[in-house]
């Protein structure tokens, strides 16, 4: 599976839309880009997943270029609640999810 | 409907002794996985299983870990004996069966090895 890239750390004000590029230069074909999001003392969630173009969801934006060797997620007009660490991750039918560091968001008042 | 439920929510033991977690996953879902997530990283599967076989065990220390899964629903997750290094929080998901299917995580059991 493509291995993916993205900041380890990220600040940004309350209300603010926040977002979080990933790299995955070498997605092949079948992959599909999802992010989930993981907050201290629990397991990860599952926020949003696209394969190209645009996906939205009352959580979130997913943006995904015709070449797919990056994505963004975006979260409009964060909160305090939205501090947590999100994770991006190229995935193909049934195989392991391989899950990196993620990037730290923090919100600040 | 009820989320992955898993237990205990901490445990700490002393090495070389043995410990077990259990699972509930969601119902219906017929994927079961456990995930080993040390301080500061992302979580890393250690097992899956279809039902009650497993699909995928390449990651999981056979030496002293164990899984089982009877019945296709419940899991365990067993360590014999603990070293200081599996020191970690170990999540357990679930998910329908298909492709790309969501992943559902409980919010694991924090083990600590003295």
């Not at chain 1, 397991?43 to 797919?68: C, H, M, W």
């Not at chain 2, 439920?5 to 879902?29: D, L, M, T």
């Not at chain 2, 699909?55 to 999981?60: I, K, R, Y």
Request: hydrophobic share 35%.
């Amino acid at each position: 599976l493509a291995k993916t890239t993205q900041p380890i750390s990220m600040d940004s004000y309350e209300g603010q839309e926040v977002n979080i590029t990933c790299s995955h230069n070498n997605i092949a074909t079948n992959d599909y880009i999802t992010w989930y999001q993981q907050f201290p003392s629990q397991g990860p969630r599952f926020i949003i997943q696209g394969y190209k173009t645009k996906v939205t969801n009352e959580v979130a934006s997913l943006f995904i270029p015709a070449d797919r060797k990056s994505s963004t997620l975006s979260l409009p007009r964060v909160s305090l609640s939205d501090t947590a660490v999100y994770y991006c991750l190229v995935v193909r039918g049934n195989t392991p999810l391989v899950f990196g560091k993620g990037t730290r968001l923090s919100v600040i008042a | 409907e009820a989320g992955v439920a898993q237990s205990p929510r901490y445990k700490i033991i002393e090495k070389r002794q043995s410990v077990a977690f259990w699972c509930n996953p969601i119902s219906g879902h017929a994927t079961l996985y456990w995930y080993q997530q040390i301080l500061g990283q992302g979580p890393k599967l250690l097992i899956q299983f279809q039902n009650n076989g497993v699909v995928d065990d390449s990651q999981l220390p056979k030496d002293r870990f164990s899984a089982e899964r009877l019945k296709g629903v419940d899991s365990t997750l067993k360590i014999q004996p603990a070293k200081l290094e599996d020191s970690a929080v170990y999540l357990c998901a679930s998910s329908l069966q298909g492709t790309n299917q969501p992943q559902h995580f409980g919010d694991g059991t924090r083990l600590s090895i003295l």
